[in-house]
């Protein structure tokens, strides 16, 4: 009995150097760990730093954003869990709308048996094949030998209802699907149809939705008074252009051109007919960019108070014989600019966005996560520096907050806090950095730009929803490249701007897509909710 005392004493001594050994190789095992992981960041910044001696860029930190506070994944998850005493969860079943019920009785029931209901069960399918219908149109003759024929449902166009066309729009410009895969599914399921008919299709008579998306960027600045704005790369008959993007909660106009320029900017906004004006407007836009032109009160001389065209402007040029390009380039901007005015686009029109010159124009504020990340982009020589760097980033991310909290509940003296936290964080100079330096003092040149919310508490914050729509633009022309003719060009600027305004107004876009097509107008036109949802917002405590 001793000896088994020994032995069960003798186990658990071993037993317990066991675990003690296992503790200290996890202790080095962390460490170890550790080690290589601070490695591997020397070695990537030993990499970046050899890249920028050779001319070439480091490799891109994308940090989770610090914009709208940290909260971890559990806080999140937490905040989405529904407590199941005070809020009992609801079937989603009960959401479906039932096409068909059956009711299916067991295989044998003994006798005895008592009915005690029914239990349910939901199933979600989906019928996708041909539906193909032949309208037999009646001839009659009339006495005086004419005939009269039945006419084709109004919703019909050619020979593909309007359920194969809606569903076709939904796939190429809702789903991204190309068309070299869109024909051979159309043709597996049985719809006989050419390559040359699915193009028409997708870009011929469209007139409908063109009219439709010219309505959004006027009902978006008439309802609301402020745009966000962006641009991306866009490719048009083998070359590059440019896709301008309008937007803001309630809309999104895009419109795709051969460059970028704020007359770009400005004709845009103008819509399918820019209009050009000579009138004391036009003088007080030269006069506020260029002061001591002669230009202003030199065209007020010709043709004063009168509106014109494209092809009249160019005859105007040419009769006031100006040469330089840049006074050229000035005065149309002032004359596009006088039209705007004109034609009821307010003067103090939000114009929200990075830094981009041809967006400086009207009322215009500047994008903060945009500066910031000037701030991420420089590069430490030593740890001083990367402190100090940091300690910006952290003060521009907490005078960030303090407009956050403005806009909520403006007040005049947290207006005076903010001026007075935007002048010490950018005025002042380090010993540090020389680099630093200049980009504080370039960020303070653009004070009124980014405390412009001081003023307008209605102005953003920040570009993030408009860089959304920016990429919709993006990955469609890495989807299927560029564009051929130049009605493709419209329709996909039409389509993408009536896809993101729905998402943006709660509107399922196939179901928009029925509806226009089958013209039922059940759905209110676009800018008509627009109206609506501005109007609801503004009378929301």
């Given at each position: 009995m001793q000896n088994y005392d020994d032995l069960i004493r003798r186990l658990i001594e071993q037993n317990n150097q066991l675990i003690e050994e296992n503790r200290r190789l996890k202790y080095r095992l962390d460490i170890a760990l550790n080690t290589i992981a601070l490695q591997q960041e020397e070695i990537q910044r030993l990499k970046d730093e050899i890249a920028?001696?050779?001319?070439?860029?480091?490799?891109?930190?994308?940090?989770?954003?610090?914009?709208?506070?940290?909260?971890?994944?559990?806080?999140?998850?937490?905040?989405?869990?529904?407590?199941?005493?005070?809020?009992?969860?609801?079937?989603?079943?009960?959401?479906?709308?039932?096409?068909?019920?059956?009711?299916?009785?067991?295989?044998?029931?003994?006798?005895?048996?008592?009915?005690?209901?029914?239990?349910?069960?939901?199933?979600?399918?989906?019928?996708?094949?041909?539906?193909?219908?032949?309208?037999?149109?009646?001839?009659?003759?009339?006495?005086?030998?004419?005939?009269?024929?039945?006419?084709?449902?109004?919703?019909?166009?050619?020979?593909?209802g309007p359920q194969l066309i809606a569903y076709i729009l939904h796939q190429y410009y809702g789903c991204r699907v190309t068309e070299p895969l869109l024909f051979p599914q159309l043709k597996e399921i049985g719809i006989l149809i050419s390559e040359g008919q699915l193009s028409n299709i997708l870009i011929q008579g469209k007139e409908l939705f063109h009219n439709e998306k010219e309505e959004l960027l006027p009902a978006g600045i008439a309802a609301t008074g402020q745009v966000k704005v962006d641009d991306t790369g866009a490719r048009h008959q083998g070359r590059n252009g440019y896709s301008t993007i309008?937007?803001?909660?309630?809309?999104?106009?895009?419109?795709?051109?051969?460059?970028?320029?704020?007359?770009?900017?400005?004709?845009?906004?103008?819509?399918?007919?820019?209009?050009?004006?000579?009138?004391?407007?036009?003088?007080?836009?030269?006069?506020?960019?260029?002061?001591?032109?002669?230009?202003?009160?030199?065209?007020?001389?010709?043709?004063?108070?009168?509106?014109?065209?494209?092809?009249?402007?160019?005859?105007?040029?040419?009769?006031?014989?100006?040469?330089?390009?840049?006074?050229?380039?000035?005065?149309?901007?002032?004359?596009?600019?006088a039209s705007l005015i004109e034609n009821d686009i307010p003067r103090d029109l939000g114009v929200h966005g990075d830094d981009a010159g041809q967006f400086n124009v009207f009322v215009r504020s500047l994008c903060w996560i945009h500066q910031e990340r000037h701030y991420r982009k420089l590069i430490p020589l030593d740890e001083a520096t990367r402190q100090a760097i940091e300690q910006v980033r952290e003060e521009i991310w907490d005078l960030y907050s303090g407009l956050k909290d403005y806009k909520l509940a403006p007040s005049e003296s947290l207006k005076l806090i903010l001026e007075q936290k935007f002048d010490d964080l950018f005025l002042k100079k380090t010993t540090i950095s020389p680099t630093l330096n200049k980009q504080l003092a370039t960020t303070y040149a653009k004070k009124d730009e980014l405390l412009r919310v001081l003023e307008r508490p209605e102005t953003p914050l920040h570009n993030n929803g408009t860089e959304t729509d920016a990429r919709e633009m993006v990955v469609k022309k890495k989807v299927?490249?560029?564009?051929?003719?130049?009605?493709?060009?419209?329709?996909?600027?039409?389509?993408?701007?009536?896809?993101?305004?729905?998402?943006?107004?709660?509107?399922?876009?196939?179901?928009?897509?029925?509806?226009?097509?089958?013209?039922?107008?059940?759905?209110?036109?676009?800018?008509?909710?627009?109206?609506?949802?501005?109007?609801?917002?503004?009378?929301?405590?």
């Amino acid at each position: 009995m001793q000896n088994y005392d020994d032995l069960i004493r003798r186990l658990i001594e071993q037993n317990n150097q066991l675990i003690e050994e296992n503790r200290r190789l996890k202790y080095r095992l962390d460490i170890a760990l550790n080690t290589i992981a601070l490695q591997q960041e020397e070695i990537q910044r030993l990499k970046d730093e050899i890249a920028i001696l050779k001319g070439q860029k480091p490799r891109p930190k994308i940090p989770p954003s610090a914009l709208e506070g940290a909260q971890s994944k559990d806080k999140q998850n937490d905040k989405n869990k529904l407590s199941r005493g005070k809020h009992p969860r609801r079937k989603k079943t009960n959401q479906l709308e039932i096409h068909t019920r059956s009711r299916i009785k067991p295989e044998s029931i003994p006798e005895g048996a008592i009915f005690k209901g029914c239990q349910k069960f939901a199933v979600q399918d989906i019928i996708l094949r041909s539906y193909n219908t032949v309208y037999e149109l009646e001839r009659w003759q009339l006495p005086d030998g004419s005939y009269l024929t039945g006419k084709l449902p109004q919703n019909i166009y050619g020979h593909y209802g309007p359920q194969l066309i809606a569903y076709i729009l939904h796939q190429y410009y809702g789903c991204r699907v190309t068309e070299p895969l869109l024909f051979p599914q159309l043709k597996e399921i049985g719809i006989l149809i050419s390559e040359g008919q699915l193009s028409n299709i997708l870009i011929q008579g469209k007139e409908l939705f063109h009219n439709e998306k010219e309505e959004l960027l006027p009902a978006g600045i008439a309802a609301t008074g402020q745009v966000k704005v962006d641009d991306t790369g866009a490719r048009h008959q083998g070359r590059n252009g440019y896709s301008t993007i309008i937007g803001n909660e309630f809309f999104t106009s895009i419109v795709s051109t051969e460059r970028k320029s704020r007359v770009n900017f400005l004709q845009i906004l103008h819509g399918t007919d820019p209009r050009y004006l000579i009138n004391t407007d036009t003088a007080d836009y030269i006069e506020t960019l260029k002061p001591s032109s002669w230009l202003g009160r030199y065209l007020l001389h010709h043709d004063p108070d009168r509106s014109m065209n494209q092809e009249e402007w160019e005859k105007f040029l040419l009769k006031i014989n100006i040469k330089a390009e840049g006074d050229i380039k000035l005065i149309t901007e002032a004359a596009l600019f006088a039209s705007l005015i004109e034609n009821d686009i307010p003067r103090d029109l939000g114009v929200h966005g990075d830094d981009a010159g041809q967006f400086n124009v009207f009322v215009r504020s500047l994008c903060w996560i945009h500066q910031e990340r000037h701030y991420r982009k420089l590069i430490p020589l030593d740890e001083a520096t990367r402190q100090a760097i940091e300690q910006v980033r952290e003060e521009i991310w907490d005078l960030y907050s303090g407009l956050k909290d403005y806009k909520l509940a403006p007040s005049e003296s947290l207006k005076l806090i903010l001026e007075q936290k935007f002048d010490d964080l950018f005025l002042k100079k380090t010993t540090i950095s020389p680099t630093l330096n200049k980009q504080l003092a370039t960020t303070y040149a653009k004070k009124d730009e980014l405390l412009r919310v001081l003023e307008r508490p209605e102005t953003p914050l920040h570009n993030n929803g408009t860089e959304t729509d920016a990429r919709e633009m993006v990955v469609k022309k890495k989807v299927s490249g560029g564009t051929r003719s130049n009605e493709g060009r419209k329709c996909r600027d039409t389509f993408i701007s009536l896809k993101k305004t729905c998402c943006k107004l709660e509107i399922t876009f196939l179901s928009y897509l029925e509806d226009r097509v089958n013209k039922l107008f059940e759905i209110p036109r676009l800018a008509q909710v627009i109206f609506t949802r501005a109007a609801r917002r503004l009378n929301e405590p």
